[in-house]
């Protein structure tokens, strides 16, 4: 099974809202990331989580809380987001990271595609 | 930084050939290819590192010069199926990956 699930598919959130994207692998992956991807332009990285650790955070906002509840799990937790963030929001694996992550392919989940009113 | 990919965008013909090219200005030690469909996500195609090894599918090629640090795919006898945004993504070290901007590969019957 070399599927990454991402829930939901699509959100519509007020800029006074709290909402939570949630990404599930069940591949034995240790590194999950969150990308943020913007029309006709590379997804962009955001956080890299390694053994559930955060290891990589590109600077985002702080309105963007990132959690690795489990080795399975990654959510991505909302707040006060502006009409900027609005774009697709990738989640995505790859294998043991102890040997430097951009060893190994990364599989990518189908997105989530926010806007932000 | 970014690696700078070329050509922006390239239409083929069934059955025809193309070449995309990635480069960068640092030493890297790992090249990934992607391909994205329009509305769907990356999908992994091909990794190569540092010192020869590569990983892939069958009937997608790439080369990897790293005294260039330069990387090249080959879509070779094109299918309707090849058409997507491909991407290329570098590891100047063993860490994050710095995707380029992409090239868009339209295949027409």
């Known amino acids: 099974d070399t599927e990454v699930t991402q829930t939901p598919k699509h959100l519509v959130m007020g800029m006074t809202n709290k909402k939570s994207l949630k990404c599930e692998q069940h591949m034995g992956h240790r590194a999950m990331y969150w990308y943020k991807q913007k029309a006709k332009k590379p997804p962009e990285l955001m956080f890299v989580?390694?053994?559930?650790?955060?290891?990589i955070n590109e600077s985002v906002p702080s309105r963007f809380s990132p959690e690795c509840p489990n080795s399975s799990l990654l959510n991505l937790h909302l707040h006060a987001l502006q009409p900027e963030d609005s774009a697709l929001y990738l989640c995505?694996?790859?294998?043991?990271?102890?040997?430097?992550?951009?060893?190994?392919?990364?599989?990518f989940g189908p997105g989530t595609r926010l806007t932000v009113t | 930084q970014q690696p700078v990919q070329s050509p922006q965008a390239v239409i083929l013909r069934e059955g025809e050939d193309a070449v995309i090219n990635c480069s960068s200005s640092?030493?890297?030690?790992?090249v990934h290819w992607y391909r994205q469909k329009h509305g769907e996500a990356p999908v992994f195609l091909m990794i190569l590192l540092k010192g020869g090894e590569q990983k892939g599918h069958e009937k997608i090629s790439a080369s990897f010069n790293e005294k260039k640090q330069q990387s090249s795919l080959y879509l070779t006898a094109s299918q309707l199926s090849y058409s997507g945004t491909y991407f290329c993504g570098t590891g100047d070290s063993w860490g994050k990956l710095q995707f380029g901007a992409g090239t868009q590969v339209v295949v027409t019957p």
């Open positions: 995505a694996s790859s294998q043991d990271p102890s040997g430097g992550i951009s060893r190994y392919e990364q599989y």
């Open positions: 989580y390694s053994y559930e650790k955060l290891s």
């Open positions: 640092k030493a890297l030690y790992s």
